[in-house]
């Protein structure tokens, strides 16, 4: 009997002596990932929404005939820019004696450190864009931000701005978007933020309206972001459009086709010249009955 209580006994102190190295091992644990996430420097950010910051042209590459990219230096290669997906950064710049300001959406992320890039068309008969295509490298332009009503915060949930100290939340499963021309910056800005993460399974589908083939912006990036959660339909208004390309202006047949039906859960994103967005696409979206936002 005292044996049998011995090896008990020997089996008890066993097992509270491997619990206890449990224990302490988990602390440890606990504490290194502490130790760590404590001491990981945080990548310094650009815009502080107040001041205007001076970034120097690295790199300029010929996409087409009036399209450029523009790859800006931030103020460290450890610097990421700070842009909330669905904001926008404000380039400013003397022109003819007065100044001149422009809203754009970076291509570039905040995964891009160190840099920041522009996708910018370029109109003749335009004031900045004419500015931004006769800079060169090592050139600086002047951006502040940033600004913006509409922000996305991963999973479905967008943020809008009601006014200065109100904003709105609302989860949205399938997202729609407009886009014509240029406007489709702030687009691709959602689009890949939803498709780099595997945990967002938000779906979306793009309508983009541009002239002709040749005026599309990053359209090398959007067929490569076509997949499970991303379609794309190309509509074509001066040109006869290709095999695999609709053609015409945006409508409400080709919205209602091609686009989610009206839902409380789908939302539609607008963005482009205000003839498309304000005077086309918002009546019709009304008429409809859907949520749309439109940057």
């Known amino acids: 009997s005292s044996g049998i209580n011995a090896e008990y006994g020997d089996s008890t102190k066993e097992k509270q002596t491997i619990l206890a190295i449990s224990g302490v091992a988990f602390l440890v644990m606990l504490g290194y990932l502490y130790w760590c996430c404590k001491k990981r420097p945080s990548h310094p950010t650009t ?87 006769n800079l060169t490298v090592g050139d600086v332009i002047m951006i502040r931000g940033p600004s913006g009503k509409i922000r996305y915060h991963g999973n479905g949930v967008f943020e809008v701005e009601k006014g200065r100290e109100k904003k709105e939340k609302k989860n949205y499963r399938k997202v729609g978007m407009i886009a014509g021309g240029s406007g489709i910056t702030p687009m691709l800005q959602v689009i890949c933020d939803i498709l780099k993460r595997d945990e967002d399974l938000t779906q979306v589908t793009l309508l983009f309206s541009n002239k002709t083939a040749e005026d599309m912006l990053c359209r090398e990036m959007l067929d490569e972001c076509v997949g499970e959660k991303f379609t794309i339909h190309h509509t074509l208004t001066r040109e006869d459009p290709p095999p695999g390309m609709l053609g015409g202006r945006v409508d409400k047949e080709k919205i209602e086709k091609y686009l989610p039906a009206p839902a409380e859960d789908t939302v539609i994103l607008l963005c482009g010249p205000g003839g498309l967005v304000r005077g086309t696409c918002i009546p019709i979206l009304d008429e409809m009955g859907h949520n749309y936002l439109a940057f």
């Open 47 to 133: 815009l502080d929404g107040k001041t205007k910051i001076p970034l120097i042209l690295i790199d300029k590459k010929i996409i087409s005939h009036d399209t450029r990219r523009f790859r800006f230096s931030l103020p460290s290669e450890d610097h990421i820019l700070g842009l909330p997906v669905g904001g926008f950064i404000t380039v400013s710049a003397t022109i003819d004696e007065k100044l001149v300001v422009k809203p754009y959406t970076p291509i570039s992320s905040d995964d891009d450190i160190g840099i920041m890039d522009l996708m910018i068309k370029v109109y003749p008969d335009g004031k900045m864009s004419p500015y931004m295509d």
